[in-house]
């Protein structure tokens, strides 16, 4: 899972352009990957949710997910929601991602587990989705 960020001038305005994207490996190692971008949106942590929603949603129903991603932010905005359901998520920063994460692994009978991994600290598949 990885997000990063681009900020180019584009007929003489500013654009910033986050990246983001995923890869996944069958039992024999064989990668599946999705890059995209999203646009005026500079937050790192707006990509790698988005990473994670489109993950969650490319998941088969009945499935279990594991997502390494070197984002706290990410890691606690999905937990803080899980964690307060009555809470008005409107209050909380992407707040649409992050129910669209939730309602689609719902949906989908997904069990979902996030896990943080440093960043550039030499974990393989980590550094092979960065690169996407």
Same mark, same amino acid.
């Given at each position: 899972?990885?997000?990063?960020?681009?900020?180019?001038?584009?007929?003489?305005?500013?654009?910033?352009?986050?990246?983001?994207?995923?890869?996944?490996?069958?039992?024999?190692?064989?990668?599946?990957?999705?890059?995209?971008?999203?646009?005026?949106?500079?937050?790192?942590?707006?990509?790698?949710?988005?990473?994670?929603?489109?993950?969650?949603?490319?998941?088969?129903?009945?499935?279990?997910?594991?997502?390494?991603?070197?984002?706290?932010? %990410? !890691?606690?905005? +999905? @937990? $803080?929601?899980?964690?307060?359901?009555?809470k008005a998520h409107r209050k909380l920063k992407n707040w649409t991602i992050?129910? %669209? !994460?939730?309602? +689609? @692994? $719902?949906?989908?009978n997904l069990t979902l587990r996030l896990e943080k991994v440093k960043a550039?600290?030499?974990?393989?598949?980590?550094?092979t989705c960065s690169q996407n």
């Open positions: 899972m990885d997000g990063s960020l681009i900020k180019k001038d584009n007929n003489n305005s500013h654009v910033t352009t986050m990246g983001c994207g995923w890869c996944t490996f069958d039992e024999n190692d064989t990668e599946f990957n999705f890059s995209g971008k999203v646009e005026n949106f500079a937050s790192s942590t707006h990509a790698e949710l988005m990473a994670i929603l489109t993950a969650v949603y490319a998941t088969p129903k009945h499935s279990r997910l594991c997502i390494f991603t070197d984002s706290q932010a %990410a !890691i606690d905005a +999905i @937990a $803080n929601a899980a964690a307060n359901p009555r992050v129910k %669209a !994460i939730e309602e +689609i @692994a $719902n949906v989908q550039h600290s030499g974990v393989i598949h980590n550094y």
